[in-house]
């Protein structure tokens, strides 16, 4: 049985790439294209703008590259999250320009994967109360960017609060929030009452709570109908 262990990792070596005797099997090289052409796809639909900032030569490097890591998951769509890891490391480790351009557009692409593989939204048509508690949607994923990424563009750079989140129709949808809204979305964990988490990040802005508070009125029930924002029951 140890022999053809053996056998069967050099072979696995070979065709990912990542040493083994090729030699020894005939249609090593058939394998090794397959391999590569079936991660290239996954990986190209997943992260467009970021392989054409790379260039093509980069972009074919790194994705060999990767798949001689062995890569582990038990779900396809979620191997370009450990691409993305990847990738990440290797700029780091080679000091490469536009690197913080290149992390914005890499987490930025992944999370809209990630967005539309979650759950469906819980939607609400209620009125925002802000006694009650309310959490994130389980789509939903924020970060604040450096670049317009998600525009394809370095330029101009600033703070871009992001979210991203799932539409409930198939889609996902992206937007840039004010630092208040960005803070405040981040801060609905489903412990907290809407309304202290309100009273808090005014009294630090210095905003008055009860102008922040009609505006949040409106904007807030267009994240619950949304399902960005979920009631706790």
Same mark, same amino acid.
């Given at each position: 049985?140890?022999?053809?262990?053996?056998?069967?990792?050099?072979?696995?070596?070979?065709?990912?790439?990542?040493?083994?005797?090729?030699?020894?099997?005939?249609?090593?090289?058939?394998?090794?294209?397959?391999?590569?052409?079936?991660?290239?796809?996954?990986?190209?639909?997943?992260?467009?703008?970021?392989?054409?900032?790379?260039?093509?030569?980069?972009?074919?490097? /790194?994705?060999?590259?990767?798949?001689?890591?062995?890569?582990?998951?038990?779900?396809?769509?979620?191997?370009?999250?450990?691409?993305?890891?990847?990738?990440?490391?290797?700029?780091?480790?080679?000091?490469?320009?536009?690197?913080?351009?290149?992390?914005?557009?890499? /987490?930025?692409?992944?999370?809209?994967?990630?967005?539309?593989?979650?759950?469906?939204?819980?939607?609400?048509?209620?009125?925002?109360?802000?006694?009650?508690?309310?959490?994130?949607?389980?789509?939903?994923?924020?970060?604040?960017?450096?670049?317009?990424?998600?525009?394809?563009?370095?330029?101009?750079?600033?703070?871009?609060?992001?979210?991203?989140?799932?539409?409930?129709?198939?889609?996902?949808?992206?937007?840039?929030?004010?630092?208040?809204?960005?803070?405040?979305?981040?801060?609905?964990?489903?412990?907290?009452?809407?309304?202290?988490?309100?009273?808090?990040?005014?009294?630090?802005?210095?905003?008055?709570?009860?102008?922040?508070?009609?505006?949040?009125?409106?904007?807030?029930?267009?994240?619950?109908?949304?399902?960005?924002?979920?009631?706790?029951?």
């Amino acid at each position: 049985m140890q022999p053809e262990r053996a056998i069967q990792a050099d072979f696995f070596d070979a065709v990912r790439g990542a040493g083994g005797n090729a030699d020894r099997f005939g249609n090593a090289e058939i394998y090794r294209k397959l391999i590569f052409y079936r991660f290239e796809e996954t990986l190209s639909a997943a992260y467009p703008l970021f392989k054409k900032e790379v260039g093509k030569r980069r972009w074919k490097r /790194w994705v060999k590259g990767y798949i001689a890591q062995n890569p582990e998951t038990p779900f396809m769509w979620r191997m370009p999250e450990g691409f993305g890891k990847y990738v990440r490391k290797e700029m780091k480790k080679k000091g490469m320009k536009r690197r913080r351009y290149r992390r914005d557009l890499l /987490w930025f692409e992944w999370n809209e994967v990630a967005a539309m593989m979650a759950p469906s939204p819980i939607k609400s048509a209620k009125r925002v109360d802000f006694s009650r508690v309310y959490r994130r949607g389980e789509s939903v994923r924020m970060r604040r960017l450096r670049h317009p990424a998600m525009l394809g563009k370095r330029e101009p750079k600033a703070v871009y609060p992001t979210l991203v989140h799932q539409t409930g129709d198939g889609g996902v949808a992206w937007r840039i929030l004010t630092p208040f809204l960005y803070e405040l979305i981040r801060a609905c964990d489903g412990k907290r009452p809407l309304g202290k988490i309100v009273c808090s990040l005014c009294r630090s802005g210095d905003i008055d709570e009860k102008s922040a508070r009609k505006v949040l009125q409106k904007g807030l029930r267009a994240f619950l109908k949304q399902g960005v924002l979920t009631p706790v029951h």
